[in-house]
């Protein structure tokens, strides 16, 4: 059964890049273009692996983490934090709210589907 990623940015072209990717890989893709509207998915449907931007309008990276851990269903997915920023204390405030990796942007296509593989298929 095909592992379907949820894609949480809020830059068009990055969803795009991120999706035409993860397909090429042979994975499923939702979008969603801020937190609110990746709430709004997590209705019960099937998400292996969500890949968040941290700075988004409404609701930043880390609190939509926060609000996913508490949603019984998703509690297990692993989330991987895609963005520009890199400072330690970031860096601990994400997994302190259980994201699994951070990678910055620019990321390297390769690097991000390692870690995609190897945290769908723990």
Do not use: C, H
């Not at 991120?18 to 019960?44: H, I, K, N, P, S």
């Amino acid at each position: 059964m095909r592992k379907e990623i949820l894609i949480v940015d809020d830059a068009k072209t990055i969803r795009l890049l991120l999706r035409m990717t993860l397909e090429a890989e042979g994975y499923g893709v939702l979008e969603a273009g801020d937190a609110q509207e990746a709430l709004a998915q997590l209705d019960g449907r099937k998400v292996d692996l969500i890949l968040s931007d941290l700075n988004m309008p409404n609701m930043d990276g880390i609190s939509f983490a926060l609000e996913v851990k508490k949603r019984a269903k998703y509690l297990s997915t692993p989330i991987i934090m895609i963005t520009t920023e890199s400072g330690v204390k970031r860096k601990n405030e994400g997994q302190a709210a259980g994201l699994n990796a951070w990678i910055t942007k620019p990321f390297n296509g390769a690097q991000m589907v390692a870690a995609v593989n190897q945290l769908v298929a723990a």
